[in-house]
């Protein structure tokens, strides 16, 4: 029976920590801008949650503000007027693809662009 507590303990650890780690995840995410509207609110978090909020959020809503709860109630009905939002709702709504697409700023008319090929001529 000695055997089975180290088990026992590890069994009880782990569950432990993946109720910690589950509880940790937001369900709700709310931007505001500098006049406090809100103009982010969604289950998805609107930046990189890896990286320093003081880094990633003045790049969408400078001056603003994220507020993240566990409690999704009212979140259902999502808000997004952050910059590139046509862009993502306009993704969001096609199938999935295999190739990634660019972003619209990203494409520019250098070689391989939309102009039509010129076949080589002979000489």
């Known amino acids: 029976m000695p055997a089975i507590r180290p088990l026992a303990r590890c069994a009880i650890g782990l569950?432990?920590?993946l109720a910690a780690l589950h509880s940790a995840q937001?369900?709700?995410?709310?931007v505001r801008?500098?006049?406090?509207?809100?103009?982010y609110r969604a289950q998805?978090?609107?930046?990189?949650?890896?990286?320093?909020l003081h880094e990633t959020l003045p790049r969408i809503a400078p001056g603003g503000s994220l507020v993240f709860s566990v409690d999704s109630?009212?979140?259902?009905?999502?808000?997004?007027k952050l910059?590139?939002?046509?862009y993502r709702q306009a993704v969001a709504s096609q199938p999935a693809s295999p190739v990634p697409v660019a972003p619209p700023a990203a494409v520019s008319g250098?070689?391989?662009?939309?102009?039509p090929s010129q076949a080589a001529t002979p000489r």
Not at 110 to 115: E, I, P, T
């Open 33 to 39: 801008n500098a006049q406090q509207e809100v103009i």
């Open 83 to 86: 910059p590139g939002a046509q």
């Open 44 to 52: 998805q978090a609107p930046v990189d949650m890896s990286q320093p």
């Open 110 to 115: 250098k070689a391989g662009g939309n102009a």
């Open 15 to 17: 569950t432990l920590t």
């Open 73 to 80: 109630n009212g979140c259902e009905r999502e808000i997004d």
């Open 26 to 30: 937001a369900a709700c995410y709310i």
